[in-house]
């Protein structure tokens, strides 16, 4: 078939995903003297789940107490209930200070204490032995994060930025990535891209849930990306769900993680439909401070709704109304008139809320260097498993990012020095036909965008927080169907900007992971952390080891991994 | 969104429909909402339901942090996401002053960020 093969580029680096963790990568790469392709399938430096991000970013840089790195990978590790990858982690906690001053120096402007002495404000967050988690006033976390590293990009002539560009594949010769293949959307054209080494950078999954705190572009793209080219997965059945999503009243221009903030500072009470504290019953009380873990309050929402004693809307009721109106002030300014504008007053009136999915925990198996199994292919921020194991600490979400983003850079920008450029015509030539065929096919028939919500509602369903055998059995028999269905799925030919081309690529990707979610689920027979079985409930230590995924052309393959552990 | 809530309204938009070459044409899409509900909102479940071929940029979904949704709601510049819906009609139309790549998408990106 004599098929438009598009644009080639060329790069030392490609970094997929422009969001915390792809930015801080670049940045590190193009210090370290590499040609980088920074590109992103929406627009770069505002897509991804660090702009979403309105609260804390955890290190121990001992401003507000004394601190030690060594603590917070203790809190890092207990918070991961026993398959925390501890290396990995030690990195995490180690390299965590450094980069929060970087951004200071960058000019994110951390929240700071003028009366303590001018230094930088640690807040409280659960799991943690003591005030760590830095953040910038008000809310504005992840925007600040994502303004900073975006001014630091524009200073490198060695970044090229590209937005707009959909990642489809990675192109393997012999073990090792090469580079890309990619979907510009405006033009429906393939675009080549050759790598010296190459970063996947494209967060987690979360958009695979009906309910979720993420932006559209979550997809677990990276997961899929890295499957198919013969990359390792682990820890894939932890999902973390973020147990006070908003639920109502209808919010609109606000993140609906934005209550946890409000919990660090002002502490508030979850209550149940009959407006009654109810965590106690499962485990830890409420105490005025914000104490109850995410997995324990997410088990606890749940199950008191299941109980019948939800709030009106099927969740629980988060209420701060005795907290005095000068005090939610002082924590909140600007957003308390944002809130009143949509007509909530916090003094008044409680709001609802469920758990959301909001993390994942599992993700790409790396080594110390953050490369995968296969040859030039790193990953970092979210898109790296192991570093939290069962459960992620609140606030590890932001550092990861920047931790992870930093080193996989420099790894990158490394592993490519002592290379020549690939060169990818053939090799890419399978994977830019998937392109042009996915793109030819017009008609009619279930379209991949109400294909995607099916999948989000299944996935809520019976691989969402609670889970039991039967559930696991039916969501992969549905996901192999689907699949089946896939090559067939129309994708609305050649029009401008394909959202629908594009979702076919999505679910694609979708898919993919959902298949290994539902799988690890189905073989892990326990609970722990984010992962909780109806029908075993409990830890089994027996069990105290990661699931690896990989994939061939016989399916996916799974086997034990050994948890690594610090000597 | 509440799951349980009955929708109290319907709003009828009127959308701009193709690309720079094609004239000028309007679709109209009825979506019942409720209290709060955006103009994503609805525009997301038309994609959803009604025409998976309508091009709308969109990324953080009301999170207020992306503003890609820009775009022209009743004749004034606004993002689709907080903007709120309403009764009856509401013109829904891409940014005048950009270039047009089809239905609710501009190029919007910055010049040095473009393939």
């Given at each position: 078939?004599d098929?438009?093969v598009?644009q080639?580029?060329?790069?030392d680096?490609?970094?997929?995903?422009?969001?915390?963790a792809?930015?801080?990568?670049?940045?590190?790469?193009?210090?370290?003297?590499?040609?980088?392709?920074?590109?992103?399938?929406?627009?770069?430096?505002?897509?991804?789940?660090?702009?979403?991000?309105?609260?804390?970013?955890?290190?121990?840089?001992?401003?507000?107490e004394?601190?030690?790195?060594?603590?917070?990978?203790?809190?890092t590790i207990?918070?991961?209930?026993?398959?925390?990858?501890?290396?990995?982690?030690?990195?995490?906690?180690?390299?965590?200070p450094?980069?929060?001053?970087?951004?200071e120096?960058?000019?994110?402007g951390?929240?700071r204490?003028?009366?303590?002495?001018n230094?930088?404000?640690?807040?409280?967050a659960?799991?943690?032995?003591?005030?760590?988690?830095?953040y910038v006033?008000?809310?504005?976390?992840?925007?600040?994060s994502?303004?900073?590293?975006?001014?630091?990009v524009r200073?490198?002539d060695?970044?090229?930025?590209?937005?707009?560009?959909?990642?489809?594949?990675?192109?393997?010769?012999?073990?090792?990535?090469v580079?890309?293949?990619?979907?510009?959307?405006?033009?429906g054209?393939?675009?080549t891209i050759?790598?010296?080494?190459?970063?996947?950078?494209?967060?987690?999954?979360?958009?695979?849930?009906?309910r979720?705190?993420?932006?559209?572009?979550?997809?677990?793209?990276g997961?899929?990306?890295?499957?198919?080219?013969?990359a390792?997965l682990?820890d894939?059945?932890?999902?973390?769900?973020?147990?006070?999503g908003h639920?109502?009243?209808?919010?609109?221009?606000?993140d609906?993680?934005?209550?946890?903030?409000?919990?660090?500072?002002l502490?508030?009470?979850?209550?149940?439909?009959?407006?009654?504290e109810f965590?106690?019953?499962?485990?830890?009380?409420?105490d005025?401070?914000?104490?109850?873990?995410?997995?324990?309050?997410?088990?606890a929402?749940?199950?008191?709704?299941?109980?019948?004693?939800?709030?009106?809307?099927?969740?629980?009721?988060?209420?701060?109304?005795?907290?005095?109106?000068?005090?939610?002030?002082?924590a909140?300014?600007?957003v308390?008139?944002?809130?009143?504008k949509v007509?909530?007053d916090?003094t008044k009136m409680?709001?609802e809320?469920y758990?959301?999915?909001?993390?994942?925990?599992?993700?790409?198996?790396?080594?110390?260097s953050?490369?995968?199994?296969?040859?030039?292919l790193?990953a970092?921020?979210?898109?790296?498993?192991?570093?939290?194991g069962?459960?992620?600490?609140?606030g590890?979400a932001?550092?990861?990012a920047?931790?992870?983003?930093?080193?996989?850079?420099r790894?990158a920008?490394?592993?490519?020095?002592?290379?020549?450029?690939?060169?990818?015509?053939?090799?890419?030539?399978p994977?830019?036909?998937?392109?042009?065929?996915?793109?030819a096919?017009?008609g009619d028939?279930?379209?991949?965008?109400?294909?995607?919500?099916?999948?989000q509602?299944?996935?809520?369903?019976d691989?969402?927080?609670?889970?039991?055998?039967?559930?696991?059995?039916?969501?992969?028999?549905?996901?192999?169907?689907?699949?089946?269905?896939?090559?067939?799925?129309?994708?609305?030919g050649?029009?401008?900007?394909?959202?629908q081309?594009?979702?076919?690529?999505?679910l694609?990707?979708?898919?993919?992971?959902a298949?290994?979610?539902?799988?690890?689920a189905?073989?892990?027979t326990?609970?722990r952390?984010?992962?909780?079985?109806?029908?075993?409930?409990?830890?089994d230590?027996a069990?105290?080891?990661?699931?690896?995924i990989?994939?061939?052309?016989?399916?996916?393959?799974?086997?034990?991994?050994?948890?690594?552990?610090?000597? | 969104?509440s799951?349980?809530?009955?929708?109290?309204?319907?709003?009828n938009?009127?959308?701009?429909?193709?690309?720079?070459?094609?004239?000028?044409?309007?679709?109209?899409?009825?979506?019942?909402?409720?209290?709060?509900?955006?103009?994503?909102?609805?525009l997301?479940w038309?994609?959803?339901?009604?025409?998976?071929?309508?091009?709308?940029r969109?990324?953080c979904?009301?999170a207020?942090?992306?503003?890609?949704?820009?775009?022209?709601?009743?004749?004034?510049?606004?993002?689709?996401c907080?903007?709120?819906?309403?009764?009856?009609?509401?013109?829904?139309?891409?940014?005048?002053n950009?270039r047009?790549?089809?239905?609710?998408?501009?190029?919007?990106?910055p010049?040095?960020?473009?393939?």
């Amino acid at each position: 078939m004599d098929q438009n093969v598009g644009q080639y580029l060329e790069t030392d680096v490609l970094i997929i995903g422009a969001g915390g963790a792809g930015m801080y990568g670049a940045i590190s790469a193009a210090k370290a003297g590499a040609n980088v392709i920074l590109l992103d399938k929406s627009i770069v430096g505002r897509s991804g789940a660090t702009i979403m991000a309105q609260m804390t970013v955890a290190a121990a840089i001992g401003e507000e107490e004394p601190d030690d790195w060594r603590f917070h990978l203790k809190d890092t590790i207990t918070a991961g209930r026993g398959l925390v990858d501890e290396p990995l982690a030690q990195i995490l906690c180690e390299m965590a200070p450094a980069r929060i001053w970087e951004m200071e120096d960058w000019g994110i402007g951390w929240a700071r204490s003028v009366a303590g002495g001018n230094h930088i404000t640690q807040a409280h967050a659960p799991g943690h032995d003591r005030n760590r988690c830095v953040y910038v006033d008000f809310l504005s976390t992840g925007p600040a994060s994502s303004r900073t590293l975006r001014n630091q990009v524009r200073k490198y002539d060695n970044i090229r930025r590209i937005s707009d560009l959909t990642v489809t594949d990675i192109v393997v010769e012999d073990g090792k990535a090469v580079g890309a293949v990619a979907l510009h959307l405006e033009s429906g054209e393939p675009v080549t891209i050759a790598a010296k080494a190459t970063i996947i950078a494209t967060g987690g999954l979360t958009s695979m849930y009906n309910r979720n705190s993420a932006s559209a572009n979550m997809g677990g793209d990276g997961f899929a990306l890295g499957l198919r080219a013969g990359a390792e997965l682990i820890d894939m059945e932890f999902v973390q769900f973020f147990p006070i999503g908003h639920l109502a009243p209808r919010l609109i221009g606000m993140d609906p993680i934005m209550w946890d903030p409000f919990r660090y500072k002002l502490g508030g009470r979850l209550l149940n439909g009959d407006m009654e504290e109810f965590t106690q019953n499962y485990g830890t009380a409420e105490d005025g401070k914000y104490v109850v873990t995410r997995d324990m309050a997410t088990y606890a929402i749940v199950k008191e709704v299941e109980a019948g004693r939800g709030s009106p809307h099927g969740g629980a009721w988060l209420s701060f109304e005795h907290i005095p109106k000068p005090d939610l002030r002082a924590a909140f300014g600007p957003v308390i008139d944002r809130l009143a504008k949509v007509g909530i007053d916090l003094t008044k009136m409680a709001i609802e809320v469920y758990p959301i999915a909001h993390y994942h925990m599992g993700g790409l198996r790396v080594n110390d260097s953050l490369t995968t199994n296969v040859s030039n292919l790193f990953a970092a921020g979210e898109a790296v498993g192991g570093a939290n194991g069962a459960n992620r600490l609140s606030g590890n979400a932001i550092t990861e990012a920047f931790v992870f983003g930093e080193l996989a850079g420099r790894g990158a920008a490394e592993a490519a020095k002592g290379q020549t450029m690939p060169d990818i015509h053939d090799s890419a030539r399978p994977y830019l036909e998937i392109i042009t065929n996915a793109g030819a096919r017009t008609g009619d028939g279930p379209n991949p965008t109400s294909a995607i919500t099916e999948l989000q509602k299944l996935l809520q369903q019976d691989v969402g927080p609670f889970r039991t055998g039967e559930g696991l059995q039916r969501a992969v028999a549905a996901i192999s169907e689907m699949q089946a269905e896939l090559p067939h799925m129309p994708t609305g030919g050649a029009i401008a900007f394909n959202q629908q081309l594009g979702d076919w690529f999505g679910l694609r990707n979708m898919l993919a992971v959902a298949e290994t979610i539902a799988t690890a689920a189905l073989a892990r027979t326990e609970s722990r952390g984010a992962h909780q079985r109806e029908d075993f409930p409990g830890l089994d230590e027996a069990w105290s080891y990661n699931q690896v995924i990989r994939a061939d052309g016989d399916g996916l393959h799974i086997s034990r991994g050994e948890v690594r552990q610090l000597s | 969104m509440s799951e349980t809530q009955s929708a109290k309204n319907t709003a009828n938009l009127k959308i701009r429909r193709g690309g720079p070459e094609q004239p000028e044409r309007h679709e109209t899409f009825d979506f019942p909402f409720e209290d709060g509900q955006s103009v994503l909102d609805a525009l997301r479940w038309i994609r959803g339901n009604k025409d998976a071929s309508l091009a709308v940029r969109y990324s953080c979904i009301s999170a207020n942090a992306c503003k890609e949704c820009v775009m022209r709601i009743d004749g004034r510049t606004g993002y689709a996401c907080t903007t709120p819906l309403r009764a009856g009609e509401m013109l829904i139309e891409p940014l005048p002053n950009k270039r047009l790549i089809r239905d609710l998408v501009t190029d919007t990106l910055p010049p040095d960020e473009r393939l």
